[in-house]
Nanobody
């Protein structure tokens, strides 16, 4: 059972930056693809970014492409999401998830509890 814990959320002004971290309880997380999803109030959870188990492949949704960067440090069992030039529409709860491949939501077996990101305009 892999446990994921997100951190790094907070309140930031539009145009600012945050770095989210997703820390895993086990080294076996290096065998998993990791993704970030987010859910804004009143909206469905949506894909943000994903990274393959080795870190060789990354994927981004169109709204964040060019502003967000996903990376991983398997030695630290941690995946990061660097978020730059934040916009009010980036506000939401951000979740990390682990699964055998980078894919749709149902492909991920393990989920964190989420961290709140609020961008003020």
């Amino acid at each position: 059972q892999v446990q994921l814990v997100e951190s790094g959320g907070g309140l930031v002004q539009a145009g600012g930056s945050l770095r989210l971290s997703c820390s895993a309880s086990e080294r076996t997380v290096s065998n998993y693809a990791i993704a970030w999803f987010r859910q804004a109030p009143g909206k469905e959870r949506e894909f943000v970014a994903a990274i393959s188990s080795t870190g060789s492949r990354t994927y981004y949704s169109d709204p964040v492409k060019g502003r967000f960067t996903i990376s991983r440090d398997n030695a630290k069992n941690t995946v990061y999401l660097q978020m730059n030039n934040l916009k009010s529409e980036d506000t939401g709860v951000y979740y990390c998830a682990a699964g055998p491949i980078a894919g749709p939501q149902y492909a991920y077996n393990y989920w964190g509890q989420g961290t709140q990101v609020t961008v003020s305009s």
